[in-house]
């Protein structure tokens, strides 16, 4: 008896927690190919929820250290992260907004109501200048989204001068009465946002119309071309992107977004960010991986007609969406976020990297405390959330030229379903170092990883981990740093290439040097 139960035991083995599994790996250093744009790693700040309001934007009693009512503590944390870009106003939000609410004396601003979050008052306070000066504060690129769903052309024309002329107009008259003499030169220009949904319920057809009147008045100011990025589809619908490509000449776009959500359950019932088990966690991978096949397919359509990828796809609403938590306001999208949102983040980033040859852009949603975010604050408290430590890691990939791989790896299986448990990025930067992200999704094997590195040379090798004893640990207020990077010593050089021991459940970023 007690042999045959030593024997049952030596079967489990392979499944047991800290098993091992294998893969190959061979990146190529001899293609260097496309740059991986800094883009990717852009953020996104809609008036919803916390994050503007009690995010970013305080009281203007508020003891904490702050730039007007612009926490500051926030500002010090994203520019950590090299955060190259932000996009504002929403979202839902930018279709019903009117930016001439947003300026001028801020007592005299009209209140209104969010209606698409929450019902709440909108106080204005927060607007055009505020926006730009905290972007300056940031060091980052605005990405502002003008209002195509309710908004009329004349007024989409107009913000563009009140934030980019330099010349004589009645609009920059306005803006220096405002206090602001020389103009913003704003770039990225979202024509609009979910023009399929809350922004106008349109079809592809008549959204593609209005896209090329709403795009000729909103115009190029000397010294201030626009880059200005059309309202694209809902995660599969392919229609879409074919109606615009075929639609709107290509000069007149230099993006097509993307909206892709990691929904664990149904839209209905999308699960909890905290308490969920193996099979929600691995279901919320599956919907994460979607995006490889979304990038592709879409890719594909805007090859036909842009074989020189002169068009941008913008990934610019990406990440996971829970059920708020208990006990909060089901309008402002409030989670947590846990070590499946640090494999989230850390698996579309690289697939996003992979991809660099046609997504140049990217915004997670959102930046603090809505959705995915990268920080919690509550009063004076502020937590930096596991999806954050993930930006710190990868900003390495930033403006770094991408170098192509090929993995050989093994399947994590739940439930007989089954997905691969690795995925990895890899980039080289300006100063010749290699950088490697590498991503375990397995819950219960470790993955021992043999690379073959064509025309790389290092000498030594270096890494940090994010990861966790479980899929559900978070960050709380109390507890801060349960999930955070830690030095990794699983890397070695061996001769020429390299072998590494990915823990389950993590992520790796590597520097060779
Ligand atoms: O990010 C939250 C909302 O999700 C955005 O306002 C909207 O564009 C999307 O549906």
Request: charged share 20%; with cysteine.
């Amino acid at each position: 008896m007690k042999k045959r139960v030593k024997l049952f035991a030596l079967l489990l083995l392979p499944f047991a927690a800290g098993a091992q599994k294998t893969a190959s790996v061979y990146i190529n250093g001899n293609e260097p190919k496309q740059t991986i744009s800094r883009h990717i790693y852009g953020h996104f700040s809609e008036h919803l929820g916390r994050c503007i309001y009690d995010g970013f934007w305080v009281s203007d009693t508020s003891t904490l250290p702050r730039k007007d009512r612009i926490r500051l503590d926030v500002v010090e944390a994203l520019k950590k992260i090299n955060i190259p870009n932000l996009r504002w106003p929403g979202g839902c939000f930018a279709d019903e907004y009117h930016w001439r609410d947003g300026i001028g004396a801020r007592n005299l601003r009209p209140k209104l109501i969010n209606t698409h979050w929450g019902n709440v008052t909108e106080d204005n306070s927060f607007g055009t200048h505020e926006f730009l000066e905290l972007c300056s504060l940031l060091g980052t690129e605005p990405y502002i989204c003008g209002n195509l769903g309710s908004g009329t052309i004349e007024e989409m024309n107009k913000w563009v001068e009140y934030l980019n002329f330099d010349g004589l107009s009645p609009m920059t008259e306005l803006r220096k009465q405002n206090g602001r003499v020389a103009p913003w030169k704003v770039q990225y220009w979202g024509v609009g946002n979910e023009n399929w949904g809350c922004g106008g319920s349109m079809t592809a057809d008549f959204y593609a119309d209005q896209y090329r009147r709403y795009a000729t008045f909103s115009k190029n100011y000397p010294g201030a071309p626009l880059k200005k990025i059309a309202g694209g589809p809902s995660s599969d619908d392919y229609n879409w992107t074919e109606v615009l490509m075929k639609k709107v000449p290509l000069n007149m776009m230099w993006g097509i977004s993307l909206h892709h959500y990691t929904i664990p359950k149904t839209w209905a019932d999308k699960g909890s960010a905290t308490a969920f088990d193996e099979k929600e966690y691995f279901a919320s991978m599956r919907s994460t991986l979607k995006m490889e096949e979304l990038v592709t397919k879409h890719s594909i359509i805007m090859d036909r007609y842009d074989p020189a990828k002169k068009v941008a796809l913008v990934v610019d609403e990406w990440g996971i969406w829970t059920n708020v938590e208990p006990g909060t306001n089901p309008g402002f999208l409030y989670q947590q976020n846990s070590m499946r949102d640090a494999l989230v983040a850390a698996t579309t980033l690289n697939i996003f990297n992979n991809h660099c040859d046609r997504v140049k852009m990217a915004n997670l949603a959102q930046t603090i405390n809505v959705l995915q975010a990268l920080i919690l604050t509550k009063g004076h408290q502020l937590l930096l959330t596991p999806t954050y430590h993930v930006f710190d890691l990868y900003k390495v990939h930033q403006d770094a030229t991408w170098l192509p791989l090929q993995i050989n790896g093994p399947e994590y299986a739940v439930d007989g379903q089954k997905l691969p448990a690795l995925n990895i990025s890899a980039s080289k930067d300006s100063n010749g170092v290699v950088h490697i992200s590498l991503v375990n999704l397995d819950a219960n094997n470790t993955i021992t990883i043999k690379t073959a590195l064509n025309g790389i040379s290092f000498k030594t090798v270096t890494g940090q981990a994010i990861t966790a004893a479980k899929f559900t640990d978070v960050n709380s207020f109390e507890k801060p740093d349960v999930v955070k990077p830690t030095a990794f010593n699983g890397a070695k050089k061996e001769g020429d290439n390299l072998v590494v021991t990915v823990p389950k459940l993590s992520v790796v970023v590597l520097e060779l040097k």
